[in-house]
T-cell receptor
Framework: AQRVTQPEKLLSVFKGAPVELKCNYS??????LFWYVQYSRQRLQLLLRHISRESIKGFTADLNKGETSFHLKKPFAQEEDSAMYYC??????????????FGTGTQLKVEL | DAGVIQSPRHEVTEMGQEVTLRCKPISGHNSLFWYRQTMMRGLELLIY????????DSGMPEDRFSAKMPNASFSTLKIQPSEPRDSAVYFC??????????????FGNGTRLTVT
C-alpha cells in the first residue's frame, strides 16, 4: 500500500534562511509526487509536481528514488511562505483513474 | 469560475444527529474526491467518483458514512448517526481528468464539522 511520511509537524525558520520540508514515500509502482500548499484562510492548492521539474515561488523538489524521498526546498525563506505544506503521492486505482495519498502535513513558519 | 463550492462552511451538531455535507465540483470536471482532514491523520481520502460512479470507497470509515453523486454537478457526504470522533474538516476536490499529473486537484474551502 502507498504511504507518505512527513516527519515534521512544524518547521520554524528565520526569514532568509534555507528551507527543507521532508517527505518520504512508500509505493510499489512508479511514483508521481506533488506538493500542495494551504495558506491561511485559503484553499489547498497545487504547488508543484515532480514530473514538471519546475520551480514555483522559488521552491523546488527532486524525486530521489533511491532514498524514496521528495523533499521541498527553498534557498531563502520569505515571510509569505508561511503555510501548511502537504506532500502527496498519486497511485493508480484498479477501477480506473488515480488517487492522491497525502502526508500529515508540515506547518512552515517563517519568522522575521 | 467559482471553483469547487462546499456547503455549509461550518456545522455544529449533537451526537446522533444526521449530517449532510454538499459539494459542487468545477463544471466539466469528471473526477470528484472527498477527503477528511484531522490533526492526527492529515488528509485522508474517503471516496472517489469518476463520471458520477463511485470508484474507490475503501477510505470510508464505517457504515455510518455514505456518499452520493446523483449528477455531474453535485455530490453529498452523509454521516448518520454522527459521533464526536467525526469532528474534522471535510474537503471536496475535483479534477478534469483521470491522470492526476495532468489534471491536478482543485479543492473547495472545506466544511468544519463539530459533533458534540
Amino acid at each position: 500500500a502507498q504511504r507518505v511520511t512527513q516527519p515534521e509537524k512544524l518547521l520554524s525558520v528565520f526569514k532568509g534562511a534555507p528551507v527543507e520540508l521532508k517527505c518520504n514515500y512508500s509505493y510499489s509502482g512508479s511514483p508521481e509526487l506533488f506538493w500542495y500548499v494551504q495558506y491561511s484562510r485559503q484553499r489547498l492548492q497545487l504547488l508543484l509536481r515532480h514530473i514538471s521539474r519546475e520551480s514555483i515561488k522559488g521552491f523546488t523538489a527532486d524525486l530521489n528514488k533511491g532514498e524514496t524521498s521528495f523533499h521541498l526546498k527553498k534557498p531563502f525563506a520569505q515571510e509569505e511562505d508561511s503555510a501548511m505544506y502537504y506532500c502527496a503521492l498519486s497511485s493508480i486505482l484498479t477501477g480506473g483513474g488515480n488517487k492522491l495519498t497525502f502526508g500529515t502535513g508540515t506547518q512552515l513558519k517563517v519568522e522575521l | 469560475d467559482a471553483g469547487v463550492i462546499q456547503s455549509p462552511r461550518h456545522e455544529v451538531t449533537e451526537m446522533g444527529q444526521e449530517v449532510t455535507l454538499r459539494c459542487k465540483p468545477i463544471s466539466g470536471h469528471n473526477s470528484l474526491f472527498w477527503y477528511r482532514q484531522t490533526m492526527m491523520r492529515g488528509l485522508e481520502l474517503l471516496i472517489y467518483f469518476n463520471n458520477n460512479v463511485p470508484i474507490d470507497d475503501s477510505g470510508m470509515p464505517e457504515d455510518r458514512f455514505s456518499a452520493k453523486m446523483p449528477n455531474a454537478s453535485f455530490s453529498t457526504l452523509k454521516i448518520q448517526p454522527s459521533e464526536p470522533r467525526d469532528s474534522a474538516v471535510y474537503f471536496c476536490a475535483s479534477s478534469g481528468g483521470t491522470a492526476i499529473y495532468n489534471s491536478p486537484l482543485h479543492f473547495g474551502n472545506g466544511t468544519r464539522l463539530t459533533v458534540t
